[in-house]
């Protein structure tokens, strides 16, 4: 692959000139390519050949990079460049790799293999060793007799010396014939070999014969080498992997050398060179039979850690890492500890959920008393590892649930298990964790919430949140015979118990996420409708406030600024008799001429209620997360400006006004007055309205921008033809006529009538009525019936649609309050006040809702709003059938799992996939339980009838042969 342009970090384009040709191959042939002049100085772009020689025939394709692409959203690997099995790979010894072995070193010898077949199969016998190995070479003779000792054939060992050859001969891999007798357990071998002077403690490379009889578990050979002298210290030599005896014989499962050496007097405890003993390479490689026998050393001790300071596990930290039950049973029986933690922080219990196994999961939490909260260095809990794609990460999940995990535990990254479940894109954990309650509104660090993620990667997990607040609402029918009516009991745990004291948070989240719909949901109206009434009158109180403030400000521009009363009473008295508001008839005129300090009392009530607006904006900067957030709010940006205007129309700066005031208090009045038509707009009964008005603006704002050209255009035309009308005398003013002109005020004065009384010219009067013509088209008849056509089909659309907007506009409203309410920059008294007056459970305890839904009298609830409860939870409780479906065509999906029930595919709950699809009529998988023990006391008392009639029938036989037998004498 070749790179033209810019490389990968360079700073320079490179230039490249000129023609030729190059050649690629393709179906093993080279095929020419001519190359094109190319003289690239674009910076970041990167040419590169098609994988397929082919499709590079034919196109040459250019690949542009502009900038770093964005970095790969995903949780961060709390197992990166870790494993947790410390096991280096020790050295083995089977039987298959000595024979593999020998066979090879035979061939590389140019020996005869015909030879190694004749010892194993009997053709080669002591008799006839000298004749068989007849002309054979050193290097033949020599292999032939550790074959032959390989095979226990202690019988040629002595005419294999005969024939040359070497007692202390080792191959390539540093065994000598008392090596591989010893590994066969040939123990005449073993004696002929060490009678003849063979030394015991032989190690040529990286064994004794000890070591091999540890492999092959040859007991007799091995007590017969240390009897005469082998070393029970001697490790093996192998680079950065030396081990024991005893760690040979655990590698090779050898249990009764295992006994034996531990009878010798080996300490089980030992550690080898890399830190690891006996004990842990049992574990790590599933020998429970040697792990037992470790352990019931009296000396034997289940918690020692590997002795490496960057490792730290014990030995249960390795059976867990590999989900080996037994082993995990055999060290919490003989005393390990669950709750040490590694060199990571990880107990045994991160590690077994890490690899799914559940058994070992409820082991450690059964038997072991394992933390389900333990935290490792990262702040990971068992939990967190649980997440996976098996099948039975969902079996563990529940089980720590269940054992009391944090379900939203946070690791240091702000991470909970359900962000890493929906980043992992695994549905099913993403379902079971928020079955559990998990909080989809939790933030990272980063300020991600759960909800954004499962909103990208696994959209089909948000039904679970409509499942939950299915099953929050529930039919009750009184066991009272007197009183018949249903009970309807509505449960805002699901959306109360992640957000105290900030109880819309929830909601808000849900619908800053995109998925405002939530909110048309029964349980969510409900619960917003006794929302807003426990809130509302801090609302109300804030509006009278507002209002009362935008009160005095206009009294105060009317009198003092736009009909200058402050200046007049004292210096202009011919200003004040032209001013209606001034006149000594009129009653406010009246007031300010006999009372001229009620200006500077209306000024000081003014400052005194802006103060408090002050108090209230600085206190309201805490319900925001930054600052940047507060200052970008246009309704922050809107009251500011009016508190800073109430200063700067003042007049105790010079003890009079001026004109520029008047431009900033009509700006500040008109300002305040919209504000206050925003604020009641708020209000969820102004809901939909505001909707409207707000659209239809942005719409008409959209078309404004694009036609603005052509009416920039129809303004310099009508200032050209009609110079001497007052109307078009400047631009400005002629650009303000045009908009009139735009909703039908056409002065057709313009065309009949000059200013000047005379006659304009032919051409001159013919333009002006074919542009007055064009502008009558283009611009009203067209454009203005335009906009209206979009502004009524959007308010159609709205009106569809007003529901719901009212339901995002009562929560953002809601929100805004409680972020206010419950700063903690409030006194402790004032705090717990607002918490009782404002909340709908104080305490943050479970909320229930009972209703009587079809009683007339019930007025806790719209009827609306409880009649779709009632409904849904009728829905729940008996779904209606489909006579349609074919149940023999229609497998019952068990895809997921719950302890109270199931979740299909499509998020309906299954047991109503399984009543649906076989005509059941009970509602729940519960309900039909209850029948079938119903039926089963039913069958029990038939049971019980059937026999009392057996012996009653029984006894009246024996009757009928007493009888007879009567008769008959």
């Known amino acids: 692959m070749e790179n033209f342009g810019y490389k990968e970090g360079s700073t320079k384009p490179k230039r490249r000139l000129g023609t030729g040709t190059r050649s690629i191959k393709v179906k093993n042939q080279q095929v020419p390519i001519p190359m094109k002049p190319r003289f690239s100085l674009t910076p970041d772009v990167t040419v590169h050949w098609r994988n397929d020689p082919e499709v590079a025939l034919a196109e040459d394709f250019e690949y542009m990079k502009i900038g770093p692409s964005p970095p790969a959203e995903s949780a961060p690997n709390m197992f990166d460049n870790y494993e947790e099995?410390?096991?280096?790979?020790?050295?083995?010894?089977?039987?298959?790799?000595?024979?593999?072995?020998?066979?090879?070193?035979?061939?590389?010898?140019?020996?005869?293999?015909?030879l190694l077949d004749n010892i194993e199969q009997g053709n080669i016998i002591a008799n006839n060793v000298k004749e068989m190995l007849e002309g054979?070479?050193?290097?033949?003779?020599?292999?032939?007799?550790?074959?032959?000792?390989?095979?226990?054939?202690?019988?040629?060992?002595?005419?294999?010396?005969e024939c040359g050859a070497e007692l202390t001969f080792f191959d390539n891999?540093?065994?000598?014939?008392?090596?591989?007798?010893?590994?066969?357990?040939?123990?005449?071998?073993?004696?002929?070999?060490?009678?003849?002077g063979l030394e015991v403690n032989m190690q040529p490379k990286a064994l004794t014969p000890l070591h091999c009889a540890a492999f092959g578990d040859s007991m007799e050979v091995a007590r017969f080498l240390i009897s005469k002298g082998s070393h029970l210290n001697t490790n093996t030599k192998k680079p950065n992997c030396e081990e024991s005896l005893l760690h040979c014989a655990v590698r090779a499962n050898a249990i009764n050398c295992v006994k034996l050496f531990i009878t010798e007097g080996m300490d089980v405890n030992s550690l080898k060179p890399s830190g690891m003993n006996a004990i842990h390479l049992a574990a790590d490689l599933s020998h429970v039979d040697c792990l037992r026998v470790l352990l019931e050393s009296p000396d034997a001790d289940p918690n020692i850690r590997i002795g490496i300071r960057e490792k730290e596990s014990t030995a249960l930290h390795l059976a867990a890492d590999e989900g080996n039950v037994d082993c995990v049973t055999l060290l919490l029986a003989k005393g390990a500890n669950a709750k040490l933690k590694n060199h990571r922080g990880f107990?045994?219990?991160?590690?077994?959920?890490?690899?799914?196994?559940?058994?070992?999961?409820?082991?450690?939490?059964?038997?072991?008393?394992?933390?389900?909260?333990?935290?490792?260095?990262?702040?990971?809990?068992?939990?967190?590892?649980?997440?996976?794609?098996?099948?039975?990460?969902?079996?563990?999940?529940?089980?720590?649930?269940?054992?009391?995990?944090?379900?939203?535990?946070?690791?240091?990254?702000?991470?909970?298990?359900?962000?890493?479940?929906?980043?992992?894109?695994?549905?099913?954990?993403?379902?079971i964790l928020i079955y559990h309650d998990a909080d989809v509104t939790t933030k990272s660090k980063k300020g991600t919430t759960?909800?954004?993620?499962?909103?990208?990667?696994?959209?089909?997990?948000?039904?679970?949140?409509?499942?939950?607040?299915d099953d929050a609402m529930t039919l009750i029918h009184l066991q009272d015979p007197s009183d018949k009516e249903v009970v309807l009991e509505l449960d805002f745990r699901s959306i109360l118990q992640h957000c105290y004291p900030r109880e819309i948070s929830y909601l808000n989240t849900l619908v800053d996420e995109g998925q405002k719909e939530i909110l048309q949901h029964p349980l969510c109206s409900a619960f917003l409708y006794i929302k807003w009434g426990k809130i509302r009158k801090y609302y109300i109180a804030r509006l009278l406030f507002c209002f009362i403030f935008i009160l005095f400000l206009t009294l105060y521009v009317l009198t003092a600024l736009a009909h200058n009363c402050y200046n007049g009473s004292k210096d202009m008295e011919e200003t004040i008799q032209e001013q209606e508001l001034c006149q000594k008839q009129s009653i406010l005129g009246n007031m300010l001429r006999n009372?001229?300090?009620?200006?500077?009392?209306?000024?000081?009530?003014?400052?005194?209620?802006?103060?408090?607006?002050?108090?209230?904006?600085?206190?309201?900067?805490?319900?925001?997360s930054s600052i940047r957030r507060y200052i970008t709010q246009m309704e922050n940006v809107t009251e500011w400006f009016i508190i800073v205007s109430v200063f700067v129309i003042s007049y105790i700066y010079t003890k009079r006004t001026y004109t520029w005031q008047n431009h900033i208090g009509a700006f500040a009045v008109l300002l305040g007055w919209t504000h206050l038509m925003v604020m009641i707009g708020q209000l969820p009964v102004f809901g939909a309205y505001v909707a409207m008005y707000t659209k239809v603006q942005v719409e008409f704002a959209k078309l404004f921008i694009a036609y603005s050209c052509m009416l920039v255009g129809f303004t310099i035309s009508f200032c050209v033809i009609f110079p001497s009308s007052s109307?078009?005398?400047?631009?400005?003013?002629?650009?303000?006529?045009?908009?009139?002109?735009?909703?039908?005020?056409?002065?057709?004065?313009?065309?009949?009538?000059?200013?000047?009384?005379?006659?304009?010219?032919?051409?001159?009067?013919?333009?002006?009525?074919?542009?007055?013509?064009?502008?009558?088209?283009?611009?009203?008849?067209?454009?203005m019936n335009l906009l209206v056509g979009i502004a009524v089909d959007d308010i159609q659309a709205l009106k569809k649609t007003a529901t719901l907007s009212k339901l995002v506009g009562q929560t953002k409203l809601i929100s805004y309050i409680e972020s206010a309410l419950f700063s903690g920059w409030l006194p402790n008294w004032l705090r717990s006040l607002l918490h009782y007056t404002a909340l709908v459970s104080p305490q943050a305890y479970r909320v229930i809702l009972s209703l009587k839904p079809l009683n007339p009298e019930e007025k806790r609830l719209p009827r609306p709003i409880m009649m779709a409860a009632y409904e849904a939870a009728m829905q729940l409780k008996h779904p209606q059938v489909n006579p349609t479906v074919n149940p023999a065509a229609t497998p019952i999906t068990n895809k997921y799992r719950f302890q109270n029930g199931t979740v299909g595919p499509n998020g309906q709950p299954l047991e109503r996939i399984i009543e649906s699809d076989y005509g059941f009529e009970t509602a729940s998988i519960c309900t039909l339980t209850t029948k079938i023990d119903e039926s089963s006391e039913k069958l029990d008392v038939l049971s019980k009838d059937l026999a009392e009639l057996k012996a009653v029938m029984t006894t009246n036989q024996a009757l009928i042969d007493k009888i007879s037998k009567l008769l008959a004498k």
């Not at 032939?144 to 005419?159: C, I, M, Q, T, V």
């Not at 559940?358 to 939990?383: I, K, M, S």
């Not at 649980?386 to 991470?415: H, M, P, Q, Y």
Request: glycine share 6%.
């Open 136 to 161: 054979a070479t050193r290097a033949e003779k020599n292999i032939s007799f550790l074959f032959a000792a390989f095979l226990k054939r202690w019988d040629l060992l002595e005419g294999l010396l």
């Open 727 to 783: 109307s078009f005398e400047n631009p400005f003013m002629g650009f303000i006529t045009v908009l009139v002109m735009m909703v039908g005020e056409l002065d057709l004065e313009l065309l009949i009538n000059d200013p000047d009384g005379k006659d304009p010219p032919f051409m001159l009067e013919l333009s002006a009525q074919i542009t007055f013509v064009l502008f009558l088209l283009f611009v009203t008849v067209i454009l």
């Open 173 to 196: 891999n540093g065994f000598t014939a008392l090596h591989l007798s010893s590994f066969s357990g040939c123990l005449n071998c073993s004696s002929f070999l060490v009678g003849r």
């Open 85 to 114: 099995s410390n096991v280096e790979f020790g050295f083995e010894v089977s039987a298959d790799t000595i024979r593999t072995s020998l066979m090879e070193q035979m061939r590389l010898a140019s020996g005869r293999l015909k």
């Open 450 to 469: 759960a909800l954004n993620v499962i909103t990208r990667k696994t959209p089909a997990s948000l039904a679970m949140i409509r499942r939950k607040f």
């Open 595 to 624: 009372n001229p300090f009620v200006m500077e009392m209306q000024w000081i009530v003014l400052v005194a209620i802006t103060f408090v607006e002050i108090c209230r904006k600085l206190y309201g900067m805490t319900g925001y």
């Open 347 to 431: 107990t045994p219990l991160h590690l077994a959920a890490r690899t799914s196994s559940l058994e070992c999961v409820e082991l450690l939490l059964r038997v072991g008393n394992a933390d389900p909260n333990a935290e490792d260095f990262d702040q990971r809990t068992p939990l967190h590892t649980a997440i996976g794609k098996s099948d039975s990460s969902l079996d563990i999940i529940e089980t720590l649930i269940c054992w009391g995990s944090d379900i939203n535990r946070k690791d240091v990254f702000g991470f909970t298990a359900l962000h890493l479940a929906a980043l992992d894109g695994l549905a099913h954990c993403v379902e």
